[in-house]
């Protein structure tokens, strides 16, 4: 979605106005009602992505933080969650693609259903700015990342939404992939959920980019193809990231391979 950051605000309070209503349709499983906000806000000229992540995902996001506090039923929550998730296929089926661009992104999210949809989303945004995108979900075993990327050598590497229980897991995650250095070129990237609410976290655990949404997540990697973590920016770990990085840049052990293994920590 190339437009102005003034006419860009604009359309995201249009969306914003919607949510309320929309997400009591949701709740009270009023697929007729909650269709016609989605059909009203396209021929109002709102597009698919900014429907996907200000009204769909935050719908959902804020249905979820409800269901934490006790303020809806599980029964809702199961009518929202299957209606919204209609919603999101829908809005993603709209999305025109562009002709793809040579590059590659593998997708992970937190193993629950805003991160799901998230991560969904986020994988739809980046095929249709021509990415060969697979997304592989929540609940994946590190060692199934690790061979996934091995396999795939991409681009760039998704993290949407890490559950916060997962972020040490994640960290490992990152750090290992530096350690070995398996696939050089490959960026990775936090998005949406704890790493927005955070400030700061994506940095920490040494991710080379960060976007706030998946609406920014294309752009920020479009732009942003050159950027790597540096071993200054990670509070996490960081007096054994610099001794790692001693160790890259001697002629001798740098040429030594790593022999250890990545324990199997909690699924992304």
């Known amino acids: 979605m190339n437009v102005s950051a003034p006419t860009l605000r604009i359309v995201r309070s249009a969306a914003s106005s919607l949510l309320q209503p929309y997400t009591e349709a949701l709740l009270a499983g009023e697929r007729l009602s909650a269709r016609k906000y989605i059909d009203g806000a396209l021929k109002a000229g709102l597009s698919a992505d900014l429907l996907l992540t200000d009204l769909v995902y935050t719908a959902m996001e804020n249905i979820r933080a409800a269901f934490r506090e006790d303020e809806v039923s599980i029964t809702q929550l199961n009518l929202a969650t299957r209606l919204n998730r209609f919603f999101a296929d829908m809005l993603g089926a709209r999305l025109e693609c562009e002709p793809l661009n040579g590059k590659r992104v593998l997708v992970f999210c937190g193993n629950d259903e805003p991160e799901e949809l998230g991560g969904q989303i986020t994988a739809d945004l980046f095929q249709a700015e021509g990415w060969e995108v697979k997304f592989a979900g929540g609940g994946v075993p590190d060692d199934e990342v690790l061979k996934l990327i091995g396999e795939e050598r991409p681009d760039l590497l998704v993290l949407f939404a890490t559950l916060p229980t997962a972020v040490p897991s994640v960290r490992k995650l990152?750090?290992?992939?530096?350690?070995?250095?398996?696939?050089?070129e490959m960026q990775i990237m936090c998005c949406g959920g704890i790493y927005t609410r955070a400030e700061g976290l994506a940095d920490e655990i040494?991710?080379?980019?960060?976007?706030?949404?998946?609406?920014?997540a294309v752009e920020t990697a479009t732009h942003q193809s050159n950027r790597r973590a540096t071993v200054d920016q990670q509070t996490v770990g960081r007096s054994r990231r610099i001794k790692k990085a001693a160790q890259r840049k001697s002629p001798v052990l740098g040429r030594i391979a790593p022999t250890t293994q990545i324990p199997r920590a909690e699924a992304i």
């Open 174 to 184: 990152i750090d290992y992939l530096r350690e070995i250095n398996s696939n050089p």
């Open 206 to 216: 040494g991710a080379d980019l960060y976007a706030p949404d998946a609406l920014t």
